[in-house]
């Protein structure tokens, strides 16, 4: 078969190809990794959690360790008193007390001890307190933003009663009803332990708050390529639940929650300068700061102290919680 001669390129031949190859570049249909590894996300995710973070974590590393280890340091005991260091310390007029770094609350009784054992009642109340709001409002939002319809207005109706409630109104009201009243001689008579009630009234509060971030997030991620998937193929709706959407739902969560530790340490102080938290003998930060009040223009630093504990470890908490959103939250962005 006799070859067809070539066709003369055109002017028009010429436009056509430029325009093709600035269209198409060469390597088409590849990822530039360098781009992709490069990116101000991926940098952003390769500093780790900067000098804030950094501080943060090594705050609550001490606090944390200090509130383990109290029992075995070598500490005075919270509740006794010394005559000779009551209102004395950083700041008091009265000057410092020997042998005492942090001095003496009103009643002698050494501040760095009521400090170390305040703070470790402190978190175990909050934290076990947002532990109830987690599991029981995590898994009302999961299944609200999972089910939707009737199962969502249900669950939403429930968190908005909750939230139009102002919270420390409502854990005053909750703590009122749950604590245990106590005869003259400070003994308990009836219903639940002070700090129990306390701990359940938090842990009420904190429900509708975490329910509602878990909803929003659940509705986002039930309707994403991969849960369609799991259900085109017959998979169960437990099974999508736990494998496909808690997942990805679970950095959402966690961020709130330490969040929510820390809006439930300052409850706590509210709520002991109400006169609502626990016994006024039991060491927290609160109720430090409740019982030194009343000598603060002579004492300051029996509020100061534990008000700076209440600040620094709310803030690292704080900070905590960006950090943990920021380094596993998926963004599609950049996928």
Known sequence: MPELP???????????????????????GTVDVAAVTSGPEARRRRRGLGV???FSVAWMTLVVGLAVLAP?????????SITEIARRGPLAKAGAAPGHLLGGDGNGRDML???????????VICTVAVLIGFVVGGLLGLLAGYYRGRTDTIMSGLFDVFLSIPAVILALALVTILRTPADAAGRSTAGLDPEVALIIALGIVSIPVLGRITRASALSWSERDFVLAARAQGAKNRRIILREVLPNVLPAMLSIALLGIAVAIVAEGTLSILGASV???????????????????IAPHIVFEPALMIFFTVLSLNFLGDAIRARFDVREGGL
């Open 6 to 28: 070539e066709r003369p390129s055109t002017a028009l031949d010429s436009l056509t190809r430029d325009a093709a190859d600035r269209a198409t570049p060469a390597d088409a």
């Open 113 to 123: 001890s009521r400090l170390i054992w305040g703070g470790r009642t402190t978190l």
């Open 52 to 54: 804030a973070g950094w």
């Open 279 to 297: 016994q006024a003998d039991t060491p927290t930060w609160g109720n430090m700061i409740a019982s030194g009040r009343q000598v603060i223009s």
């Open 72 to 80: 075995v340091l070598p500490l005075e005991d919270p509740k006794s």
